[in-house]
């Protein structure tokens, strides 16, 4: 019997071979030390099932050979043995130091690089690599972002030819450029956005027709007038991806000099765009809509603070400054509450999370976390980009057009057999995994101590989110059509969807061009779904740092938390404002503890402590390492012993880390924070 899948090293000498047919843990097999046959954590293997030297019943395997290496470029710290270089990685999970051959004489010791492998070494020589970059000393946050950016494959820096391109594009729209579009600048239209967003790539306007129905204008910048398919700045954006968004930071998908400025719907200038006009009832219902090619001219570039305080009468100067828009502010807030009961009656999933924000200073270093709420005017601008969304991959699908559509597919069995047999014992019966089913369990946990726990498995449940040239649906949001074409300056498929879009409206797209559409929208799906993965992950990690480095201006300091995750070697937990950190079982009372993954408690055997998501602990900050991410709590001297979970119970944020499986995030609800890709 030969065994197939990926190595899962775990850094202790042991690993886990976890089957390509695989479908959840208990068919992963136990890999011993010595037993890994020269694999690498995330290596591609064969193998063989052998037996527990131990007399155990776990199942054992042995790798015999590496189909396909994981770890072609290795990030690290540097060590120097007198004329000799060595690469120490910094994944525990990659314990072999790699010799360092070629050019070196840039290396110090103590600095974070990056090395390319050339040999995987054996039993007689080491591994060896050649030096790729230098990223800084080692254990910083500086150093650790971009070694997190290289090891992604994620560029700050634009080629050449890119730069040159962006730096011959117009600063304003020529005269010519307005023939056969909508003139709309005699409209009021305003963008709303974060007070430090400088890219503007969604509009909106309210008004009401001659017979009282609403009419929603979707202004979108439009960027395929000025990247022109098959141009350098094009084939930069598609290898991008998407632009990359962390603390204070972004790496743009486009350069500044389009997606801040003549991409931009910057305010009181002309701008180009594509207007999705959606005429609807009372109720919300879509009753008509126009795509068209149009001119507008921004009335305001709003803030969502300022449109949350203006919405809650809180300011009467800031009232007046803007008395000309405020009616219509309040007209969107009423449509989009409407808008948001229609997709709640259907059956979108209302899966609550919240992000922390990192607040820097003017050098970039970080000095507060504070968890980022979710006002009206941001709910508001994500539930009109979400119907111009599902309007536009509607009018494709209908029109047998090429597209990219944004899909997220509805639970596999396996995964709702393992969600159903996580909620039986909390008392959650799900006999079928349909969006009201899902969304009565939620309803159920609503304001109860075990609410973080519900999400996080609800979550967990889900598949995730993709691209794909086929109308899929999204699950979550209970749509029969969805893609993404509001945000064309931050991700690619949007401009995928202008493009093809710009063609139906050309009377472009027929014959060998719809062929041609139709390859470039199949390239386009793989390749963002791909990069979007890379940089959710790659903002996941540095977020991390900058958290790290916050939290070591805290050591010895108490906080209040409580547990946001359960795993065999400690428990994670969260702090109020988002920071989680790992308390090791270790630092936990002494005492053999017991791992119930389905209930997700640690038990002691002795004592019958039960530790659980959830519970309230009050926690000192240990240890704190920027160049890593990693937080470490400890309990405070003489903190009481844990009692049942019953007893303890308080709520808290989903973990992201326990959230997810590998590097499958799963579906999270739509967002309005710049940035985000999730809608």
Known sequence: MELNGTYQATGKGFGFLIPEDGKGREDDWFVPPRSEGGAWNGDRVLAVP??????????????????????????????????????????????????????????????????????????????????????????????????????YGIERAFPVSVQTAAELAPREVAPADLAGRLDLRGKTVITIDGASSKDFDDAVSLERDARGRWVLG???????????????????????????????????????????????????????????????????????????????????????????????????????KYAHILPMLRDMAALAAALEQRRRLRGALDLESRECHVICDELGDPVDVQVRETGVSEALIESFMLSANECVAEHLFQLHAPAVYRVHEKPSEDKVA????????????????????????????????????????????????????ENLGHFGLAAKFYCHFTSPIRRYPDLMVHRILTALLDGALEGRTRGKESAAAQRAAQQSSDREVAAMNAEREIEK???????????????SGAVS???????????????????????????????????????GRRTKAVWSFGMPLEVVCAAADPGSGQIDFALPEGAAPARPVEARQAPVKPSRRSAKTGNKPGYRPPKRTKGRRKR
């Open 50 to 151: 052998v037996e527990d030297d131990r007399g155990g019943q776990r199942r054992t395997a042995k790798i015999t050979a590496v189909v396909e290496r994981a770890n072609k470029t290795v990030t690290g710290a540097i060590e120097r043995q007198g004329r000799e270089v060595w690469l120490r990685p910094g994944s525990d999970r990659l314990p072999h130091p790699i010799k360092v051959v070629g050019r070196t004489r840039s290396a110090r010791a103590g600095d974070k690089a990056a090395v390319a492998v050339t040999s995987y070494g054996n039993k007689k020589l080491p591994p060896m690599g050649t030096l790729r970059e230098i990223f800084g000393k080692d254990g910083t946050r500086p150093a650790a972002v971009e070694a997190i950016l290289y090891q």
């Open 218 to 320: 979707v202004h979108i910048a439009d960027v395929s007038h000025y990247v022109a398919e098959g141009s350098p700045l094009d084939l930069e954006a598609r290898n991008r991806g998407t632009s990359v968004y962390f603390a204070d930071q972004v790496v743009p998908m486009l350069p500044p000099e389009l997606s801040n400025g003549i991409c931009s719907l910057n305010p009181h200038v002309d701008r180009l765009a594509l207007s999705c006009i959606l005429t609807m009832g009372p109720d919300g219902a879509v009753l008509d809509h126009r795509l068209v090619k149009s001119v507008i001219r921004s009335t305001e570039r709003m803030t969502y603070g300022d449109c949350n305080t203006l919405l809650a009468g809180l300011d009467p100067e800031l009232e007046a």
């Open 418 to 469: 393992t969600l159903r047999s996580m909620l039986a014992p909390l008392g959650y019966d799900l006999r079928e995994a349909d969006h009201f089913s899902l969304q009565k369990v939620l309803e159920k946990a609503r304001d109860t101590p075990q609410a973080p726990a519900i999400h996080m498995m609800v979550l967990r449940s889900l598949m995730k989110a993709r691209y794909d040239v």
């Open 545 to 559: 740092c900058y958290l790290a480095e916050y939290m070591h201006q805290h050591l010895g300091e108490t906080f």
């Open 565 to 603: 995750g359960v795993t065999r070697f400690g428990l994670f937990v969260a702090l109020p404002n988002g920071v989680e950190g790992l308390l090791p079982a270790a630092a936990l009372p002494d005492d053999d503890y017991t791992y119930d993954e389905v209930r997700m408690t640690l038990t």
